[in-house]
């Protein structure tokens, strides 16, 4: 038996079948749930000598968002840490 299909705004999905909605996650249809795991790293970066002032920052044309490192902290990041 295939199992049930998934509905996700409209579009049918077989039982196994894996799809992906958005470029930010990955997702596969099982027996009429629908179950999905992110593409982009959520890790956490930590100050460090060499990167200080870390922060993710969207790079246009692409999907996930990248760490950048400043030398210097941003002002509404500072403002917020002082909060």
């Given at each position: ?9 409209g579009v049918i999905y077989r039982s196994g ?31 460090s000598p060499d990167c200080p002032y870390p ?29």
């Amino acid at each position: 038996q295939e199992g049930q299909t998934c509905d996700l705004g409209g579009v049918i999905y077989r039982s196994g079948e894996t799809f992906q909605p958005s470029c930010k996650h990955q997702c596969v249809c099982m027996n009429g749930e629908i179950g999905c795991v992110p593409t982009c790293a959520s890790n956490i970066r930590l100050p460090s000598p060499d990167c200080p002032y870390p922060r993710r920052v969207q790079i246009p044309g692409k999907c996930c968002e990248e760490w950048v490192c400043d030398q210097i902290p941003q002002e509404d990041t500072f403002q917020s840490a002082m909060a």
